[in-house]
């Protein structure tokens, strides 16, 4: 090996981990409660994304880091959601950690519907609206992060908008009138 390259093994050191960790863990915890609804599970799920974070060494781009952890994170959760076990057990609703301690009762209830429409929502479009409006990314960052053409984000933008509009109106399908 030549003075001043780097290993494969080296490339994500201990220091840049636990850096990763510290900035990080909260918002991937977040995404996996929100898509499992079961902190016991998120909490797994958000485990195993920074492990294999560690194992799979991968070349991150500088800022790009905390994308591909939520996609990990959200890939991992759909892995779950597939599972036998999920298919077969009726989750309750998440109740976002995001909700500001002392609020509103009526505040209260307004998310909380709010949260449950956006978790009935087909995945496509829940991964959209949890990356653009809880995670703050942009839609170029999320057509980046999703491969997907930006026209596609935006418009799956704009159908879940209009889906929780009609779900918040009490349309179960979630069809806009």
Not at 45 to 70: N, S
Not at 91 to 118: C, H, N, W
Not at 146 to 172: F, H, Q, V
Request: net charge negative.
């Amino acid at each position: 090996m030549q003075p001043g390259t780097q290993t494969a093994e080296a490339a994500l050191s201990s220091a840049s981990f636990e850096e990763l960790y510290e900035l990080y863990a909260t918002d991937v915890l977040r995404v996996c409660y929100f898509y499992l609804g079961d902190r016991q599970r998120a909490e797994d799920v958000c485990q195993d994304t920074f492990v294999r974070l560690i194992t799979a060494q991968p070349q991150l781009q500088a800022g790009k880091e905390k994308a591909w952890l939520l996609k990990v994170a959200m890939n991992r959760c759909r892995d779950l959601w597939r599972g036998a076990w999920l298919k077969r057990v009726v989750l309750g609703s998440p109740v976002f950690e995001l909700i500001p301690a002392p609020d509103e009762f009526s505040e209260r209830a307004e998310k909380q519907a709010l949260m449950d429409a956006v978790n009935r929502l087909p995945t496509a479009f829940k991964d959209v609206v949890l990356l653009h409006y809880y995670q703050g990314y942009g839609i170029a960052e999320i057509a980046e992060m999703l491969g997907l053409p930006e026209g596609t984000i935006s418009s799956r933008l704009s159908r879940a908008r209009s889906k929780l509009e009609a779900l918040l109106k009490g349309d179960e399908t979630g069809e806009p009138s």
